[in-house]
């Protein structure tokens, strides 16, 4: 079996409404999808979601780097070489952490639909479902409960709060959501990388009452020992996300006690591959994990939903990012019903209608 045919699309996804975090504001998203075909006929599918703050891609970035260094890699080539494709991406010396992610992801969806099998059970199965968060953004209290709300109804039990730059704000706005949706709400605290150490332990310290599930990134993504001495002087645990990039990341995270729980987005770290390696080592310090996204597309989320249900340590997850497009293509490729995730049972990621 080799490849014959490499083609990529460029998906261009409207948001509702949008959101705000710590650094920046998002309305609009830029996908780009890989379609692999073999001469036997089997089609694999693969997403990339570049982030110029995140990724330090764009999608022409993406785009280029197919042109230049993937599609020749993979044309004609038997497509079952996963190891040694992602070293020749790696030995470029390029950047381009969603590339190959999206390479390494329609792979592995290519040898799922050749074993006739589910993504996440050729990976291990070890879960059907999983409860996800949904994001709240930085917004106005008034409209943060209104969406508090309008979420709690549709069945979602785990609000991830963002904030970090307010701290006060923030405080308020935890208890406001208790108050209003009742202690059975799951609350997830995301400050990225928008507090001081001060602010941390300030928020933290005032929010005990409200039983925060998980502090996410309070510290900037390069100041290991602030996130260190966050990690040793709260009472929640602290999750690494944006300082989470690489395997080596997660070594120095684990080797100098810096968090407690880190965060893996397929789409940062460059595949499955890599979100493989990087959840063994969390894995062997006794760090908790989730799995979570950027503005993917379903297709990206699949790939996520998929690796989450096949590792037993993968406990969390926050897997939203694709709920507020208008027009995503893939968004029949498993099933949302009362905050939990159902994977399709359809051979690789699911049918796709594209």
């Given at each position: 079996m080799i490849l014959s045919k490499v083609e990529y699309f460029e998906l261009e996804l409207e948001m509702a409404s949008?959101?705000?975090?710590?650094?920046?504001?998002?309305?609009?998203?830029?996908?780009?999808?890989l379609k692999l075909t073999t001469n036997t006929g089997l089609v694999g599918w693969g997403c990339a979601a570049p982030d110029q703050e995140i990724t330090h891609e764009t999608s022409q970035t993406v785009i280029n780097n197919l042109e230049q260094h993937i599609i020749p890699m993979l044309q004609g080539q038997d497509p079952f070489q996963l190891a040694l494709f992602n070293k020749k991406l790696r030995d470029t010396g390029i950047k381009m952490p969603s590339a190959m992610a999206m390479t390494n992801i329609a792979l592995h969806d290519l040898l799922a639909r050749?074993?006739?099998?589910?993504?996440?059970?050729?990976?291990?199965?070890?879960?059907?479902?999983?409860a996800t968060s949904i994001t709240i953004g930085i917004m106005p209290l008034n409209d943060t409960l209104a969406l508090g709300k309008e979420y709690w109804q549709q069945g979602f039990k785990i609000i991830k709060l963002k904030g970090g730059i307010e701290v006060n704000e923030d405080i308020e706005k935890i208890f406001k959501l208790k108050e209003e949706?009742?202690?059975?709400?799951?609350?997830?605290?995301?400050a990225n990388q928008g507090y001081t150490v001060e602010d941390s332990i300030k928020f933290i310290e005032?929010?005990?009452?409200?039983?925060?599930?998980?502090f996410e990134q309070p510290t900037a993504f390069d100041n290991l020992q602030a996130l260190k001495q966050v990690t040793n002087r709260v009472s929640v645990p602290v999750m690494a996300d944006e300082s989470i990039r690489s395997l080596s990341?997660?070594?120095?995270?684990?080797?100098?006690?810096?968090?407690?729980?880190?965060?893996?987005?397929?789409?940062?770290?460059?595949?499955?591959?890599?979100?493989?390696?990087?959840n063994s080592v969390a894995k062997a310090a006794g760090m908790e994990v989730m799995v979570g996204c950027l503005d993917e597309c379903a297709l990206g989320i699949s790939a996520g939903l998929h690796f989450a249900l096949s590792r037993p340590n993968v406990e969390f997850a926050d897997l939203d990012g694709h709920l507020d497009f208008t027009n995503d293509p893939f968004k029949n490729l498993f099933q949302l019903k009362d905050g939990w995730l159902y994977p399709s049972e359809h051979d690789g990621l699911g049918k796709v209608d594209f």
């Open positions: 949008g959101y705000t975090i710590a650094y920046e504001t998002i309305s609009h998203a830029k996908n780009v999808v050749k074993a006739q099998l589910p993504l996440y059970k050729l990976m291990g199965g070890f879960r059907n479902k999983i949706l009742g202690f059975e709400l799951i609350l997830r605290f995301d005032a929010t005990k009452q409200a039983e925060i599930e998980l990341d997660v070594y120095h995270l684990s080797k100098h006690d810096a968090s407690d729980m880190i965060n893996i987005k397929i789409m940062k770290v460059g595949g499955l591959t890599e979100a493989a390696h990087i």
